[in-house]
């Protein structure tokens, strides 16, 4: 088990988000059909300037009820003199490299960079929005890909589990 250490002064920003989040969201696409989802997420730090972050989802039905595993994305948050990076990834074969800013409570992040195997999806753009709202976490994340234009695809509001 990860010992608790005290947050690196770079992190202050962004030391709200440690700790585990859990709750649902709905998602869609032109291209899919849309869909709402069960959420667990964790923010973990060992002392050094990066949060190690995990998300994992389930399907759900109409009442709530789990159908299956869905998306999976793990990587770090880093922030710097020059703002967040993030670097996500993906069981799919997708790497994402992300800049943004920290306002108060409010992170936005766009993709810098987005890296694809062979046989995963073309996705071309991501934004991702995320805040503080009345103590839970609440995002919204935008994409382009399969020739689309950049739009809303996910978006949850998560309660520290």
């Given at each position: 088990?990860?010992?608790?250490?005290?947050?690196?002064?770079?992190?202050?920003?962004?030391?709200?988000?440690?700790?585990?989040?859990?709750?649902?969201?709905?998602?869609?696409?032109?291209?899919?059909?849309?869909?709402?989802?069960?959420q667990?997420?964790?923010?973990?730090?060992?002392?050094?300037?990066?949060?190690?972050?995990?998300?994992?989802?389930?399907?759900?039905?109409?009442?709530?009820?789990?159908?299956?595993?869905?998306?999976r994305?793990?990587?770090?948050?880093?922030?710097?003199?020059?703002?967040?990076?993030?670097?996500?990834?993906?069981?799919?074969?997708?790497?994402?490299?992300?800049?943004?800013?920290v306002?108060?409570?409010?992170?936005?992040?766009?993709?810098?960079?987005?890296?694809?195997?062979?046989?995963?999806?073309?996705?071309?753009?991501?934004?991702?929005?995320?805040?503080?709202?009345?103590?839970?976490?609440a995002?919204?994340?935008?994409m382009?890909?399969?020739?689309?234009?950049?739009?809303?695809?996910?978006?949850?509001?998560?309660?520290?589990?």
């Amino acid at each position: 088990m990860e010992r608790m250490t005290d947050l690196h002064p770079n992190l202050e920003s962004i030391g709200w988000l440690v700790g585990s989040w859990w709750g649902f969201g709905v998602g869609g696409y032109p291209t899919i059909d849309g869909f709402r989802f069960e959420q667990e997420v964790t923010f973990s730090h060992d002392g050094r300037p990066f949060l190690a972050y995990e998300s994992k989802t389930w399907l759900v039905d109409d009442d709530t009820n789990r159908i299956r595993p869905s998306g999976r994305e793990s990587g770090f948050w880093r922030a710097t003199d020059q703002g967040l990076e993030v670097v996500l990834s993906h069981p799919t074969g997708i790497v994402e490299v992300y800049v943004g800013e920290v306002a108060f409570s409010k992170i936005e992040l766009a993709t810098d960079v987005i890296a694809r195997t062979q046989t995963a999806k073309e996705v071309t753009a991501l934004k991702r929005l995320y805040g503080r709202v009345e103590g839970d976490l609440a995002y919204a994340i935008d994409m382009a890909a399969v020739g689309q234009p950049l739009q809303s695809h996910l978006s949850a509001r998560l309660q520290p589990a």
